[in-house]
């Protein structure tokens, strides 16, 4: 994880980078994700890749 922002007690943002192999060639991916809390647990809403 690069970084996380909680914007208000239901609402968050994360940064990653994920790194994996298909068929033997490395893959690379790069996401800011938006979550939001309902009922006590966290759910991923939608996400933007980067570059």
């Not at 922002?5 to 980078?17: P, Q, R, Y």
């Not at 991916?29 to 009922?39: D, I, N």
Request: charged share 30%.
């Amino acid at each position: 994880m690069r970084r996380h922002v909680i914007t208000d007690a239901d609402h968050a943002v994360v940064e990653f980078v994920a790194r994996y192999r298909v068929g033997g060639r490395a893959v690379r991916l790069h996401e800011t994700s938006r979550f939001v809390r309902e009922g006590g647990q966290w759910f991923y809403v939608d996400g933007d890749q980067q570059g």
